[in-house]
C-alpha cells in the first residue's frame, strides 16, 4: 500500500476534514457516556466502510477515491471521517429529543446532509464516480443507513444508561 498517488487538493482536504470533524467531537459538551461515544464512533466507522465497500469496490465499483480504484493512506483517513459524522447524528439526535414524530423527517434531513458532504467530496475530487453512479443514487443509501443508526441508538437507549447525567428523561415514546 503507497501513501498516496500525488499529495494535492484532495489529500489537504482529506485532512481538513478530519481536523474539523474530529474537532467538533472534542469540542462539544460531552452528552454520552465514554462506551456509548465510542460504541457510535466504532458503528459510524464501521457501517460507513460497508457501504462504501459494497458500492465503491468490487464489481460494482461506481466511485473512486482519491487519485486511484487501489486503497492507499488518504482513503483510510476518508473512512475515519464516518466516526464523527455517526457521532454527531446521535448527539443531535438527542439534543434534539427525536421522537416518533419527527424521525423521518430527521433522516431525511441527515440523509441530505450526508449528500451534501458526498457533492463537496467530489468537488474536492476525494470522490469521483464511475460506471454512471450519480450523486442522487446516494441519498436511498443514507436514508437507510441513518435510519438503522436512529433504531440502533433507540435500541442501545432503551437497554443502557447512555447519557453521561445517568438520568433517562422521557422523549415521547
Same mark, same amino acid.
Given at each position: 500500500m503507497s501513501l498516496w498517488e500525488s499529495f494535492d487538493k484532495n489529500? &489537504?482536504?482529506i485532512l481538513l476534514f478530519v481536523v474539523?470533524?474530529?474537532a467538533f467531537l472534542f469540542l462539544l459538551?460531552?452528552?454520552f457516556t465514554r462506551e456509548i461515544t465510542l460504541l457510535f464512533l466504532l458503528w459510524g466507522f464501521t457501517i460507513g466502510v460497508l457501504f462504501d465497500?459494497?458500492?465503491g469496490g468490487g464489481l460494482v465499483d461506481f466511485f473512486k477515491l482519491n487519485?486511484?480504484?487501489?486503497y492507499r493512506l488518504f482513503d483510510f483517513l476518508y473512512y475515519l471521517l464516518f466516526a464523527p459524522f455517526s457521532y454527531l447524528f &446521535?448527539?443531535?439526535y438527542e439534543s434534539f429529543r427525536i421522537n416518533k414524530k419527527t424521525f423521518i423527517w430527521y433522516i431525511?434531513?441527515?440523509?441530505?446532509?450526508?449528500?451534501g458532504m458526498q457533492w463537496v467530496f467530489t468537488l474536492v475530487e476525494i470522490v469521483q464516480f464511475q460506471k454512471g453512479y450519480k450523486i442522487p443514487f446516494s441519498f436511498p443509501i443514507f436514508l437507510m443507513t441513518q435510519t438503522i443508526t436512529g433504531l440502533y441508538y433507540e435500541f442501545v437507549f432503551s437497554r443502557f444508561k447512555v447519557l453521561k447525567s445517568g438520568?433517562?428523561?422521557p422523549r415521547g415514546y
Open positions: 489529500e &489537504i482536504s474539523v470533524g474530529y459538551p460531552k452528552k465497500f459494497t458500492i487519485d486511484s480504484n487501489g &446521535i448527539y443531535f431525511v434531513a441527515w440523509a441530505g446532509i450526508g449528500v438520568l433517562k428523561k
